[in-house]
C-alpha cells in the first residue's frame, strides 16, 4: 500500500477475513460459536451515538482549561495553558501509538477495543475533578496531562471502530456524521463551558461523564470481535517501538498523508488554542462575555460545520476522490487565519470563524477517508491510526511552546503573526497532498 506502484489496501469489515495475511480467517474451533458481525446501519448508530459525547469531551476540555485558567492565573494564563497542553501533547507523542498498538493486541472476550475506552474515561474523569477542585496553576497542569492522556486514549480506541467495522464506501458518509455530530457537539460544548464557568468542578467533569453516558450503548452493544492470541500480532515492545515510525520511503503515500494533516494541524491549535484569549485580550471582552461569545460562535457555525461535514464525505464517497477535497479544506482553513489575524470587531471574527468551520469539517471528514486508504499494514489499524493521530497532536507541542514568544512580540498580544504563520503552514499542506499517489 505505501508503495504507490502497489494497489491500496482497505481495512476489512469486522468479521470478515481478519487483516489480510494472505490466507484466509482461520476456522473456529469446533466447540466456538461463530459470532455474526454486526451491521453496518447498526454500528453506524452505535457509532454516532457515542460521538456525541466523544466529542464534547475532546473539544470543550481545552476551553474550560483556558476559562478555569484565566480565573486562577489571569495574568499568567497563556503560558500556563501553553505549558499544561505542551506537556500533555508530548506525553501523547508516546502514549497515543502505544494504546493503540496495546489496543490492537489486546484479546479477551471484552474484544479489543471497549477495554481501553473504559480505561481511559475513568481516570480522565478523577483527574477532571482534580482540574475542578484545585487552584494550584501547577497542579491544574499536572492534572490536566493525565486528563487529556486518558480522554485520548479512550478517544482512540473508539475511533478505529468505524475504521475496522465498516467498509470502504461507507467511511467518507460515516466520517461526514460523526464530524456533523463533532459540530454539534462544539456548540454544546462551549455553551456547556460558558453556563458552567463560575462552577469549575461541573466545568471540568461533566464533558468526560457525558463521554462516558453516551458510550454506554456501544460498550454495551458493539460486537467488538473477540480474538485469539493466534489471530493477533505478537506483543513484540522492542519491534512495536520501532514500528511507531513507519518508513516514509516504504509507504510514502502514508507519510505525505501524516504532513499535510500535521500542517492543518498547526492551523487548527493556532486558531482553537487561542480564540478565546483573543477575543479577551485582542477585542477586550471580559471573561464571562468571552465565554458567551465562544458558545454564540459555535452555534453559528454549527448548521455551516454539518453542511460541509455530511456533504463532503457523500460526495467524496460519491465520486471516488478524496484529494481535492482535502486541498480546498486546507486552502480555506488559511484563508480564515488571515481573516482573523486582520478582525478588529467581533462580527469580522464571525465570519473567519465560519470560513474556518467550512474548511475544517472538510478537511477533517475526507482526510481520514484518505488515510484509511493508505494505511502501511492492515493488521497494525489501531496503531498506525493512532500514528496519524499525532499528525494534530504534535502541533499542540509546537503551538503552545512557540505561541508565547510570537504574541509578546511587538506591543504584545500578537495574534496576527500567530495566525499569519499558521495560515502559510496550512496553505503548505494543500500543496504536500499533491505527492499521494495511487488515491485521486
Known sequence: MGDPNTATQVIEPAGRAPYGTGAEAATPPSSAVPQQPMSPKKTMALVLIAASGMYIMSLTLGTALSLRLAVVDPSGKETSYGMAVSISSLLLVV?????????????????????????????????????????????????????????????????VIPIEALPDNKRGRVMGAMGMFGALAMSAGSYLAAWLVEAPLFLMCVPVL?????????????????????????????????SFLDNPRKHPNFAWAWVSRFLAGIAMTAMFAYFIFFLMDGLNMPIAEAGKSAG???????????????????????????????IAAALLMATALILGATASSFEQFVVAWIVFAMGQAMYLTVDLALCAAVLPDARDAGKDMAVFSLALSIPNIIVPAAAPAILALGSGHNYGLLWFAAAAMCALGSITVTFIKGVR
Not at 475533578?129 to 492534572?143: C, D, K, Y
Not at 454564540?296 to 477535497?325: H, M
Open 95 to 159: 502514549t497515543i501509538p502505544l494504546t493503540g498498538a496495546l489496543s490492537d493486541r489486546t484479546a479477551g472476550r471484552f474484544g479489543r477495543r471497549r477495554p481501553w475506552i473504559i480505561g481511559g474515561l475513568v481516570p480522565a474523569l478523577l483527574a477532571a475533578a482534580v482540574i475542578g477542585t484545585v487552584p494550584s496553576t501547577p497542579v491544574i497542569i499536572a492534572a490536566y496531562v493525565v486528563a487529556l492522556v486518558s480522554a485520548q486514549a479512550a478517544f482512540n480506541a473508539y475511533a
Open 296 to 326: 454564540t460562535l459555535t452555534l453559528i457555525s454549527a448548521p455551516v460545520s454539518i453542511l460541509f461535514f455530511t456533504a463532503s464525505g457523500w460526495f467524496s464517497d460519491k465520486i471516488g476522490r478524496r484529494k481535492p477535497f482535502v
Open 210 to 242: 457525558l463521554a462516558l453516558v453516551c458510550s454506554i450503548p456501544l460498550l454495551v452493544l458493539y460486537k467488538d470481535p473477540a480474538k485469539t492470541r493466534d489471530e493477533l500480532p505478537p506483543l513484540d515492545l522492542k519491534g512495536l517501538a520501532k
